[in-house]
């Protein structure tokens, strides 16, 4: 079992983890041991999150465990082992003919920490990544293995586990048959357009993100329809917006062979969902993120409010995203209970101005109810994220139950969701 001194730093660079040991399993029994051996851990992701969340004085990487990539074809689903991430994933997805119902913008991120955060694609009808999960395999602080199933009690409350729950070891996801995505740009659409016809615009697509800087009119559409399932979007023109006769990135200005094929082309799901493809840096790879999820039925206020903010916003911007999330059952999920419309932000890699402009903005959608992205930066304490997520009493319950000793808490977890 391999143990470095230092963890390094976060995929962004603006965060270095202070964790003194980072160990690298290759048993389950390995992971056991570290666990119960260690007075405060955390397992780490693929380092993609914004803030300290998946920081501790001990880090577990999972990376070294066996793969184990398994299909069941007649309960529809896969199981690995959860140090995987999206694009490794894929590749055995594909060889077995299945897919997933949604991917985020990029496929290098790890399926565990993507689904302790909540991480999510587009999609009026599509629920996060995390609402894909049929079952857990869980090892607690006092090196028990839990195996729990959708539908058990808690399950609902296992699954965006923030990390503070215990070490998820395996996942398994429901699968589908695999299916083909076109995707499709267009390009200047208007604000009174996009207020106007926002529900249309949303749903014209299996998956639709819409790009801005918070100018005079809004840079992108992106839309990405499944080839056969629904009714396409086959004009060149939609609410005034025009296809766009290249392939674009969504910042503009940046070359977009980083960007999965667009132009219509149909092609295999994984690569069109995402936005980046793997093998390439994802995004602009040199900057910071925030996002805020809120009840669809504030869209157009919402969005009104931090366009008032454009001033403030611009000048540390790199490009803003608008998508949707379908409404969840799990409990800490920033789409918990309602159909969600989510505000993300690129920033430059200016961490203070962002932050100064962040307590701006949560001010601005507050009144909104919008809920903080928990693997990007924010500046909401735990006082202000409490009245936001009902079932929280249960999930710190259901922490106190696994997790005894405390051993997965963290300082993120007590500054911004336990408040002690
Ligand atoms: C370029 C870029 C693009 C992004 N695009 C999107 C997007 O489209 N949509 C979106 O919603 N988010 C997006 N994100 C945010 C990202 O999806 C989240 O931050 C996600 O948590 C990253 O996963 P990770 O594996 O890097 O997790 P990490 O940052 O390593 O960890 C996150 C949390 O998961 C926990 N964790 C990880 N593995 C395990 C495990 N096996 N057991 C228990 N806990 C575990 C950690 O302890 C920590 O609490 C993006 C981030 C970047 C850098």
């Known amino acids: 079992m391999i143990r470095d001194r230092s963890a390094g730093k976060n995929w962004a660079g603006n965060y270095t983890y202070r964790a003194r040991k980072l160990h ?18 955390r397992i780490l992701g693929s380092r993609h999150s914004f803030n ?16 184990d990539v398994s299909v069941d074809r007649a309960a529809n689903t896969v199981s690995f082992n959860a140090a995987l991430k999206y694009g490794e994933l894929v590749a055995a997805l594909n060889a077995e003919g299945v897919a997933l119902h949604n991917l985020a913008s990029l496929p290098h991120i790890s399926v565990a920490g993507a689904v302790a955060t909540a991480t999510h694609g587009s999609g009026v009808t599509n629920g996060n990544l995390a609402t894909a999960v049929a079952g857990l395999e869980l090892v ?27 070490a998820i070891t395996r996942i398994t996801l429901d699968v589908e048959p695999a299916y083909e995505v076109r995707q499709r740009v267009f390009e200047g659409l208007s604000w009174e357009a996009l207020f106007e016809h926002f529900d249309e615009i949303m749903s014209c697509g299996y998956s639709v993100s819409v790009f801005t800087h918070w100018g005079e009119a809004i840079d992108q559409v992106w839309v990405k329809s499944r080839v056969g399932d629904e009714p396409e979007l086959v004009e060149d023109d939609l609410f005034g917006a025009v296809a766009a006769a290249v392939d ?34 994802p995004s602009s790879g040199d900057e910071l993120q925030s996002e805020y999820l809120f009840p669809r039925r504030y869209s157009v206020e919402a969005i009104e409010a931090v366009r008032a903010l454009a001033d403030e916003i611009r000048p540390i911007l790199q490009v803003s995203e608008i998508r949707t999330v379908a409404a969840d059952r799990l409990w800490m999920s920033m789409s918990y209970g309602e159909d969600t419309v989510a505000i993300h932000f690129t920033w430059k890699p200016e961490q203070e101005a962002v932050e100064d402009v962040l307590v ?8 909104f109810e919008a809920r903080p992205h928990w693997g990007k930066l924010f500046d909401a304490k735990a006082a202000a994220i409490a009245p936001l997520y009902e079932r929280l009493p249960d999930f710190v319950r259901l922490a106190e139950r696994l997790d005894p000793r405390g051993a997965f808490r963290n300082s993120w977890l007590k500054t911004r969701v336990l408040g002690e």
């Open 24 to 41: 690298r399993p290759s048993t389950i029994e390995q992971v056991q041991e570290i666990i119960v051996n260690a007075p405060r851990v």
């Open 52 to 67: 300290d969340i998946a920081d501790s004085s001990e880090l577990v990487a999972l990376e070294d465990m066996p793969k």
């Open 140 to 166: 607690t602080s006092c090196g028990e293995i839990i195996n729990v199933s959708r539908g058990e009690p808690d399950f609902d409350g296992l699954v965006v586990g923030l990390g503070a729950l215990g």
């Open 248 to 281: 674009r990135h969504p910042i503009l200005g940046l070359d977009a062979s980083n960007c999965t094929p667009q132009l219509g082309k149909p092609g295999p799901w994984a690569d069109r969902l995402p936005h980046f493809r793997m093998g390439f840096t």
């Open 360 to 367: 701006q903005l949560e001010s601005s959608l507050a009144r």
